[in-house]
Nanobody, 124 residues
Framework: QVQVVESGGGLVQAGGSLRLSCAAS????????MGWFRQAPGREREFVAA????????HYADSVKGRFTISRDNAENTVYLQMNSLEPEDTAVYYC?????????????????WGQGTQVTVSS
C-alpha cells in the first residue's frame, strides 16, 4: 500500500513557475513508477508527466514538453513537477499517482494509488 500527498499548488501569474511535490509513504517507493495528471473544470483528467522507478525514463504530454520537468528523489520518497512558463491553460487540479513497476506509465488506468490533488491557478 502506498499513500501519496501532493503539495505546492497555488496562484501564479502567466509566465511564472511552481514546483509541485508528491510525498509517498511505503518502503518500496523506489520500485514504483510515478505520474502527474491534471483535471481542469469540465474536462477529463489528462496525463502530464511520468517517471520510471529509476528516474531514467520520463515522458511528457505535448502540451507541457519543454516547460515542465518531472524528477524524483527515492531517498526522500518524493516526486517533483517543476512547472515553468506557466499558461492560463495549465490551470487545473494536479494529481500524483503511483504504481508498482519499472517503467513510466502514461495512462491513468495503469495507476493504483492517487493523491487528493493540489490546485494550480494561472492568471493571465
Amino acid at each position: 500500500q502506498v499513500q501519496v500527498v501532493e503539495s505546492g499548488g497555488g496562484l501564479v501569474q502567466a509566465g511564472g513557475s511552481l514546483r509541485l511535490s508528491c510525498a509517498a509513504s511505503g518502503r518500496t517507493f523506489s520500485y514504483y513508477g510515478m505520474g502527474w495528471f491534471r483535471q481542469a473544470p469540465g474536462r477529463e483528467r489528462e496525463f502530464v508527466a511520468a517517471i520510471s522507478w529509476r528516474g531514467d525514463s520520463t515522458h511528457y504530454a505535448d502540451s507541457v514538453k519543454g516547460r515542465f520537468t518531472i524528477s524524483r528523489d527515492n531517498a526522500e520518497n518524493t516526486v517533483y513537477l517543476q512547472m515553468n512558463s506557466l499558461e492560463p491553460e495549465d490551470t487545473a487540479v494536479y494529481y500524483c499517482a503511483a504504481r508498482s513497476g519499472s517503467y513510466s506509465y502514461l495512462q491513468s488506468y495503469q495507476y493504483d494509488y492517487w493523491g487528493q490533488g493540489t490546485q494550480v491557478t494561472v492568471s493571465s
